[in-house]
Nanobody, 123 residues
Framework: QVQLVESGGGLVQAGGSLRLSCAAS????????MGWFRQAPGKERDFVAF????????YYADSVKGRFTISRDNAKNTVYLQMNSLKPEDTAVYYC????????????????WGQGTQVTVSS
C-alpha cells in the first residue's frame, strides 16, 4: 500500500504559476503509474494528467495541454504538476493518485488517492 500527500496549492492570480507535489510513502513510487485529477466546486472530479511508471510517457486533458507538465522523481518518491498560465477555471482541489498497473484517464484505474490540495486562481 502507498500513502500520498499533496502540497503546493494556494492562491494565485490568473496567468501565474504553481507547482504541486505529491509525496509517496509506504512503497516505492516506481511501482506505480501516477495521475493528477481535480474537482471544482459543484462538479465531478476530472482527469488532468498521467505519467507512466518510468516517466517515459505522459498524457494530458485538452483543457491543460500546453500549460501543465507532469513529471516524477522516483528517487525522491515524488510526482509533480507544474501549472503555468493559470486560469480562473483551473480553480479546484487537485488530487494525485497511484495506479499499480497502467495509468489512464479514468478514476477506477487508480487504487490510491491523496487528500487533495486547493488551488484558487483569481481573475
Amino acid at each position: 500500500q502507498v500513502q500520498l500527500v499533496e502540497s503546493g496549492g494556494g492562491l494565485v492570480q490568473a496567468g501565474g504559476s504553481l507547482r504541486l507535489s505529491c509525496a509517496a510513502s509506504g512503497r516505492t513510487l516506481s511501482r506505480y503509474a501516477m495521475g493528477w485529477f481535480r474537482q471544482a466546486p459543484g462538479k465531478e472530479r476530472d482527469f488532468v494528467a498521467f505519467i507512466r511508471k518510468s516517466g517515459s510517457s505522459t498524457y494530458y486533458a485538452d483543457s491543460v495541454k500546453g500549460r501543465f507538465t507532469i513529471s516524477r522523481d522516483n528517487a525522491k518518491n515524488t510526482v509533480y504538476l507544474q501549472m503555468n498560465s493559470l486560469k480562473p477555471e483551473d480553480t479546484a482541489v487537485y488530487y494525485c493518485a497511484a495506479a499499480p498497473s497502467g495509468a489512464g484517464v479514468w478514476q477506477y484505474e487508480y487504487d490510491y488517492w491523496g487528500q487533495g490540495t486547493q488551488v484558487t486562481v483569481s481573475s
